[in-house]
């Protein structure tokens, strides 16, 4: 499975924003990607107060534009995150769509990052944005993925229990930023990885300038050994690789973590909704 994982400077203007994903697309139809991945909230900045205005309703704007986008170059799209309306509340969403521009998924952010950092950074997603309450994996020409968004991935339960069903990769759409990036991105990523042995994709927003919030960039991809494949700096940019799956099924029969777990000692299920 070959993925794009796209950097993009993210503005304040959504068409703009939308825009450049479509042309990013085109500018990689030769070399045969299969997955495009986008970063947390692309088409708008990464503000609280601004989520709402933002914010859609059903097929809006952007998910036409990924939808179309997904027909017209035969690519599965991991749609990052935009702000979305729905029963009375907003969330942090990723659609995914296939080849034929079909929506397959939707994600809406679990964990909502409210942190105060004594020193760096303050924020507080839950100001205007509501938790999603369902594990997302989806099923693929490839096998199973799943997807989660940033602060997602600082709950290491969320990711075993897809393993367990059977995902071989996780996208992860996100926007770490400067006072927990450069201490806690590949640190978590590979963690994540390693321990479920499974390929994980990070994808964030480039850093900009102007923005309020500054992102830490550094769209990775990590190795179910827990190597890093290809990381990225500050600035936008595409990043192409491509998974293994004989490899992946290779490192896990020659170290069986998943099935060297005790569940005669512990287990680890589903609440019950």
Known sequence: MKVAQFQMA?????????????DWCRKIQSENVDMVCLPEMFNCPYDTALFPEYAETGE???????SKTAAENRLYIIGGSIPEMGNGCCYNTCYVFDRDGKQIGKHRKMHLFDI????????KES????????????????????VIICYDIRFPELIRLMALAGVETVFVPAAFN??????????????????????LFGTSSAQSSQAGYKSYGHS???????????????KEGIMINSTDPKY?????EQLPLLKHRRQDV???????Q
């Open 116 to 123: 105060d950092i004594k020193g760096g950074q303050q924020f």
């Open 127 to 146: 100001d205007t944005l509501s938790s999603g309450n369902e594990i997302t994996v989806i099923d693929t020409e490839f096998g199973k993925i799943g």
């Open 266 to 272: 512990y287990n680890l299920s589903l609440s019950q």
């Open 10 to 22: 993210i503005s304040d203007d959504k068409s703009t924003n939308i825009r450049l994903f479509q």
């Open 60 to 66: 809006g704007e952007t998910w036409t534009a990924m």
């Open 248 to 252: 992946l099924k290779g490192i896990r």
């Open 220 to 234: 990775i991809m990590v190795s179910p050994w827990g190597e890093v494949i290809e990381q990225l700096g500050l």
């Open 178 to 199: 400067m006072t927990t990036g450069p201490v806690h991105w590949e640190l978590t990523f590979r963690a994540r990885a390693l321990d479920n042995q499974i390929y």
